[in-house]
């Protein structure tokens, strides 16, 4: 059996390039945190006697910002509204945010990892963030459906693809008589 210590080592090796660079790409989670957390229950307590169950809308959008050299904010906005037909029973606004780190990947990779892989890695423990909002304002908790954040990264690329193909289709040809 080889010694664990000289594969180590030769991993080690392997993964350093001139002068000790590390030149192997590298992506994860620095830290998680919530940005901003907002809870309303604007009809309390006369919500609470309100026998018809809430129609609940989830809208969610997706963020990233550089913070340096190779750290991207990546800014999951989770807005949830339920309202009755006597008026709206909860509003909770999250703002979920993760630090990553991105080294020696390439541009379009990276975007995927933002936009896509990265709200996937942080979306459950908004979802428990909310669940947990929506319970201390006195509601049973809201456990929001897991979101395919692959598949709509997909949709959206093919989406502007689309419009960027109908835009330059719609462009006027250029003509020999300049």
């Known amino acids: 059996m080889a010694d664990e210590g000289d594969i180590l080592t030769d991993l080690d090796n392997q993964a350093a390039g001139p002068n000790g660079a590390d030149n192997l790409p590298a992506a994860g989670i620095i830290t998680q945190y919530v940005k901003d957390l907002s809870v309303e229950n604007p009809n309390a307590p006369d919500v609470f006697q309100w026998t018809d169950a809430p ?29 009755t037909a006597k008026g709206a029973a909860y509003i909770v606004e999250l703002s979920y945010c993760g630090l990553i780190g991105l080294r020696n ?57 689309a419009q960027e193909a109908a835009a330059a289709g719609d462009a006027p040809a250029p003509s020999g008589d300049a």
């Open 55 to 83: 129609k609940v809308d989830v809208q969610f959008n997706i963020g990233a910002q550089p913070k340096g050299d190779q750290v991207t904010e990546v800014e999951l906005k989770i807005n949830i509204t339920a309202t």
């Open 105 to 161: 990947i390439p541009e379009d990779q990276a975007h995927a990892f933002l936009f896509a892989e990265a709200p996937r890695i942080l979306f459950p423990f908004a979802r428990r963030v909310v669940a947990d909002a929506v319970r201390d304002a006195g509601f049973p908790p809201l456990m929001v459906d897991p979101i395919d954040f692959n598949g709509l990264y997909i949709q959206q690329l093919q989406a502007k693809r």
